[in-house]
């Protein structure tokens, strides 16, 4: 009877670890690497959750209208070893981000990098491999390696 009972438990335990992959999505299941788009907003709200966080930052449009992007990044522990912390962005900084838009038209983008008022650049994208930063990577790594 125990052993039955801990493989259910074992059983239920992998089903619902495998909750969280399945919300899991590549880059261009939701992003056109051919919008790119680059914002200049403030900080509202930072999400550091896995799989991936989240920057929201008010946008003012050319028609004086403000809108709340959102902008996907990578997961905490990626963005912390990109020297993003979580006192990296108060609430109210403006920042400059650049990314590429949602397919499905909403005011989000795949973030690649965010600049800070002191003019560093720190990248916050997605470690996916299909997303348009990981592809110029991966081009620039084989030119490399063909010019040896």
């Known amino acids: ?19 969280p992959v399945l919300a899991h999505h590549s880059f261009s299941a939701e992003f056109d690497a051919q919008l790119p788009a680059t914002l200049r907003g ?17 946008v003012k449009g050319s028609d004086g209208k403000v809108v709340n992007w959102a902008i996907e990044t990578g997961g905490p522990l990626a963005l912390a070893r990109r020297g993003v912390t979580r006192d990296t962005l108060p609430i109210g900084m403006e920042i400059i981000a650049s990314g590429f838009r ?8 795949n973030g690649e990098d ?14 996916a491999g299909d997303t348009p930063y990981a592809t110029r ?11 040896k």
């Not at 009877?1 to 909750?19: D, E």
């Not at 403030?42 to 008010?58: Q, S």
């Open 1 to 19: 009877m125990r052993t039955k009972l801990f493989g259910i438990v074992v059983g239920a335990s992998l089903l619902l670890a495998a909750v």
């Open 114 to 127: 965010i600049r800070l008022p002191d003019g560093r650049k720190l990248f916050v994208g997605s470690s």
């Open 137 to 147: 990577a991966k081009q620039a790594e084989e030119q490399a390696d063909s010019n």
């Open 102 to 109: 949602a397919k499905n038209g909403s005011p989000t983008i």
């Open 42 to 58: 403030t900080v509202t709200k930072v999400e550091r959750v896995n799989p991936h966080g989240w920057i929201f930052i008010d």
